[in-house]
């Protein structure tokens, strides 16, 4: 590669990052997607070495075999990419970068875990790289507040859309819409979101492995339901252009990635006041108290019965989803990655 410099071909230096990514959990995906995307959205004077861990994420020594191993493979940048902070812990300092997608592990526990947890996944792991990436100012907040480090050790650079998810028309079936549900593990609200829907005439579209007790759930209340997993991403794309509306009223999230997907594809949001939902919403969805079915309720109804509200929530949506482009994002990581290394040249 090469530019112009005073009329002269000068050859440009690539930038050699390297893309430390978990072994991925069967049918989960978001991680690996979003990457996939930032790597082809990176500028041309950088180049991207993968390297996956041999090992998941269990146990002492499986992670400290993958931490070990990690040192021969170092670039001009290393960055850990997210759900394996432990491999900082022997990688060089100053050109390392940490992804930290939230803190719902530390949220949730508590005693001697909760300690173990916040030493070796979230305390030693921020001392060992020069920047923490996030992906959300709520999760940015929440990193602050467990580890009491610099904010500016800390970047928000949101996660993108894929480009798969683009815009297409449908008619809102107001009779009887089809509502999209995301997620199956205890933060994406399903008990409640099915308490919601109870009397309401719909097809509630749960994507993820059920449980026996969610199941049963579904079962008992009525609701009529379908049940999809281990979709690939065309597949679930295509489910996005099916569903009427998406309920996504989930308790906790870090980002909350349905919500900017099912924006791209033009289909109303019924998502949560807190965490960082409303961040990412922007003004293109309704926002209700995920611990309250009769608020749940009162957005999707609100939906259904307003064509004019619903109209104006799916063109404001178009909009916001605009900022998490892969264009954009990739961008975003090009310019951390140049500074990094500059500072750490600077440094030697």
Not at 75 to 103: A, M, P, Q, S
Request: net charge positive; proline share 3%; glycine share 4%.
């Amino acid at each position: 590669m090469s530019e112009k410099k005073n009329g002269l071909s000068v050859a440009r230096k690539t930038l050699k990052v390297v893309h430390y990514m978990r072994r991925q959990p069967p049918n989960i995906f978001s991680v690996e997607r979003l990457h996939d995307d930032i790597r082809a959205n990176l500028y041309d004077t950088i180049s991207v070495n993968v390297r996956k861990n041999k090992n998941f994420s269990k146990g002492v020594l499986k992670r400290l075999a993958d931490a070990v191993s990690a040192i021969r493979f170092q670039g001009d940048i290393n960055h850990v990419t997210g759900d394996t902070h432990y491999l900082t812990f022997f990688l060089k300092r100053k050109i390392t970068i940490l992804t930290i997608l939230d803190c719902i592990a530390l949220e949730r526990s508590r005693g001697i875990k909760f300690w173990m947890l916040w030493l070796f996944w979230y305390w030693l792991p921020e001392k060992c790289c020069s920047q923490i990436v996030v992906i959300s100012e709520a999760t940015k907040k929440q990193v602050i507040r467990h580890l009491n480090c610099d904010p500016e050790k800390i970047r928000v650079i949101y996660c993108n859309v894929s480009d798969a998810f683009k815009a297409q028309t449908k008619r809102f079936n107001d009779q009887a819409p089809r509502i999209l549900h995301i997620g199956t593990s205890e933060n994406k609200n399903l008990e409640r979101h099915i308490e919601a829907l109870v009397e309401v005439p719909c097809t509630f579209v749960v994507i993820g492995e059920l449980s026996n007790l969610q199941l049963a759930k579904l079962e008992t209340s009525g609701v009529n339901y379908e049940n999809l997993s281990n979709l690939t991403l065309e597949e679930m794309v295509n489910e996005y252009r099916r569903c009427d509306l998406l309920l996504f009223s989930s308790l906790y999230e870090g980002f909350g990635l349905p919500i900017i997907e099912a924006q791209s594809v033009g289909r109303p949001v019924v998502t949560s006041n807190i965490w960082s939902m409303p961040e990412v919403a922007g003004k293109g969805a309704i926002l209700v108290d995920p611990y309250s079915t009769k608020s749940i309720r009162l957005g999707i109804q609100k939906v259904i019965n307003s064509s004019e509200y619903r109209e104006n929530l799916i063109n404001l949506g178009f909009e916001n989803s605009k900022r998490f482009t892969a264009k954009n994002i990739g961008a975003e990581y090009s310019k951390l990655y140049l500074e990094i290394h500059q500072n750490a040249l600077e440094k030697n």
